[in-house]
Structures are given as C-alpha cells and as structure tokens.
C-alpha cells in the first residue's frame, strides 16, 4: 500500500513538473516572439471640445496636454515642446491658428508638425479613442512627436489670443515653500529663474535670490533664455527637496 502511495505521489509530481514547463516555453515562446508585450496603462480621459479651437487639460498623471478641435478631428498633444539638453522648460500656447513656444520662437501646425522655428522634433501627439457615448476621449501612452513641414509663411500669433495652463486661486507656491513642503504631483510656483552658484535657481518672488529652490536639470549658462530671465509661472514637480521638470508658463505679455 505505502509503495502504492509513492508511486501515484511521484506520478501526480512528474505530471505538475511538465505541465510548469510547458507553460513556461509557452511563456518564453509568446517574450521572444512580441506576442506578450505589456499593454502600456491609459492617461485617463478627456471632454470633446465643444467648438473648434484648443483647450489646455491635464492628463491622470498630471502632465499638461491641449485637446484640440478642428477640421480633421480631435487630437491630444502634450503642451511641453522638444528641448535641447540642458535647456529650461516650457510651455506652449495656442493663438487660434497654431501653437507657438514663446521662449523658444518656434510655431507649430494644429496637427504638432513643426512650422518654423530650431526645435529638435515637432510636438508628441497621444494616440487616442472615443468612449461609447463619443463625447470623451481616452489618451493612450506611448504618444510619439511629429515631425516638420514645410511652411512659407506662418501665421503671426496675436498674444492676446493666447490660451495657456493657468491655476487655481491657491494653487501658486513660493519655490522655497514647494521645497520644503514636497507636495505630490506637479505644481504651480511663482518665482524668477536665475543662474546663482554654478546651479540653475527659481527664486521666490522679489528683487533678489535671498530664497528658492534648486532647478535640476537646466544648463545655467542657458537661463536667461533670449537675453531674458523667465520671471512669472512655472509648472513643475519636487523631488528631495529641490525642482524637477520646471515649465515656464506663458502669458500674453510674453509675446510683447
């Protein structure tokens, strides 16, 4: 009886050992083939625009976005333009016409293709589908930038058309506030970026650089963007007390 015992016990094991190992050249079979990719997560979801035109958004991680409405359809593009290493962060606006990057002097299409203008890369554009009630997008990851296009001429921006993120009343941090505080997610800060020390610095609001936080990631020797300092809002995130992906945000005296 005992051996009896063993011997069904010793089948039941084999039979577990190669139903684990085909499943396991199953698995390995499906990663070397590509069949297995992981599906990338959503960016959460976003109103149609009434009407043509553009309309700043946030998406579920908090990145700014423009939804915009034309002629072609409904597209979502990431309000942050291409940079160079090293170059301090911004964000775009829409005119009506096109978008344009007032720190960078770069235009772009409706459709994210660079007009005119130095940028590495046109703007990232998210891949998108409608909801069942088609009143609602959602946003898929993994959005790619667009390309250039060839433009003779390109419409002049009016800055008082200008639509741009802005935030909520109470939303605005002082950067040495934001630093100390480390509140999640991005955040509105108000201060003035300067090279100080070797290091790129968001001053809080003032005349000088008596406090702020450190701006990681921005080359100081390319602060003072267009022999400007950028002076006003800024979009950002804090990690370890100090400024990660600062934006500046524009406004319509910026165009001035």
């Given at each position: 009886?005992?051996?009896?015992v ?9 039979g ?75 964000l ?10 007032v ?31 088609g ?105 370890d007390?100090?400024?990660e ?12």
């Amino acid at each position: 009886m005992i051996r009896r015992v063993h011997s069904v016990a010793s089948r039941v094991l084999v039979g577990l050992g190669v139903a684990v190992a085909a499943l396991a050249a199953i698995g390995y079979a499906f990663i070397f083939s590509g069949i297995a990719t992981p599906v990338a997560r959503d960016l959460g979801t976003v109103a149609v625009p009434n009407q043509e035109g553009a309309v700043p958004v946030y998406l579920s991680d908090g990145r700014p976005a423009f939804v915009l409405r034309s002629e072609d359809g409904v597209r979502v593009i990431d309000a942050r333009p291409p940079l160079r290493a090293g170059e301090p962060g911004r964000l775009i606006a829409w005119c009506g016409v096109n978008f344009t990057d007032v720190v960078g002097a770069a235009a772009y299409a409706p459709g994210g293709e660079l007009l005119a203008g130095n940028a590495p890369s046109g703007l990232i554009v998210y891949p998108t589908r409608a909801t069942a009630g088609g009143d609602e997008l959602v946003v898929g990851a993994g959005g790619s930038p667009s390309g250039a296009i060839a433009s003779d001429t390109v419409p002049t921006c009016e800055v008082n058309t200008f639509v741009v993120h802005e935030p909520r009343e109470g939303e605005v941090f002082d950067p040495s506030v934001a630093a100390d505080e480390e509140p999640p997610g991005w955040v509105w800060l108000e201060g003035r970026l300067e090279a100080i020390g070797g290091q790129a610095m968001l001053c809080d609001p003032g005349r000088d650089c008596a406090s702020g936080a450190v701006a990681r990631g921005i080359d100081p020797a390319k602060v003072a963007t267009g022999g400007a300092l950028l002076d006003g809002l800024f979009l950002a995130r804090i990690r370890d007390g100090a400024i990660e992906e600062l934006h500046y945000v524009p406004h319509p005296e910026a165009g001035r």
